[in-house]
């Protein structure tokens, strides 16, 4: 039954990208860094987030309200009248933090299409890596590198808002991440709810079983020998 005194602000679908793409980015990370055969389980967590990011994409369009590109990216105006602080907090993403889901999306996406074509000159290579050849993939290797300090910005940017945001406005932006819900009282009257029905989560389910059959494709042009 809906709880008159919370909002739902993300929907399940949602909330499971956010966490699983936390995960698979620090595996990412940590594996890239351990080196040698933890090379490959890079290779499965960069697999990984490819899917969570298209799903994204496309949730962003189809997905419930708030969870909608159209709902939180806004333009210079709306940003600067929320710093301003006239604009009333409504739930799901606030103009400012729109951009940096924006620039997530797109960091991670090209780091994840990037890596698809690298190689680390020993024994590991991307699925693609082959289609291009060794220059063009030696090439696409070192913007795969150079990509990781903004990447790493970014997150330290949004760990800091997330701790900002509790500290200084008492909104505790993590747990509505984790239960979905929010309090009724931090947003203006006639706040709507995300949508987050046994059909909404059908939906997701589908598009994420069709996200992981296009990565599976990718990922099998890979040669047998690299397996």
Not at 114 to 135: M, Q, S
Not at 187 to 199: E, K, L, M, V, W
Request: glycine share 10%.
């Amino acid at each position: 039954m809906p709880n008159p005194s919370k909002i739902r602000v993300w929907d399940l679908p949602t909330r499971l990208f956010h966490w699983l793409l936390v995960i698979c980015v620090a595996g990412a990370f940590a594996t890239i860094k351990a080196g040698g055969l933890w090379t490959e389980y890079h290779l499965l967590f960069g697999y990984a987030v490819l899917g969570l990011i298209l799903f994204r994409i496309v949730w962003g369009f189809v997905g419930s309200s708030h969870a909608r590109f159209a709902r939180f990216v806004r333009g210079p105006r709306a940003i600067a009248a929320y710093l301003g602080g006239t604009m009333p907090r409504t739930p799901g993403h606030n103009p400012l933090g729109a951009l940096s889901v924006v620039a997530m999306i797109l960091l991670l996406g090209y780091q994840a299409v990037t890596g698809l074509f690298a190689n680390d000159d020993i024994f590991t290579e991307g699925p693609l890596a082959g289609l291009v050849g060794k220059d063009w993939s030696d090439r696409l290797t070192g913007l795969h590198k150079l990509d990781e300090l903004p990447i790493l910005i970014l997150v330290g940017l949004h760990l800091l808002a997330i701790i900002w945001y509790r500290v200084a406005k008492k909104q505790k932006l993590t747990r509505a991440m984790v239960t979905g819900d929010a309090p009724a009282e931090e947003f203006t009257a006639g706040a709507d709810s995300a949508r987050d029905t046994a059909g909404t989560r059908l939906l997701a389910l589908v598009i994420a079983a069709v996200v992981a059959a296009v990565v599976y494709g990718i990922v099998s042009l890979r040669p047998a020998a690299m397996f």
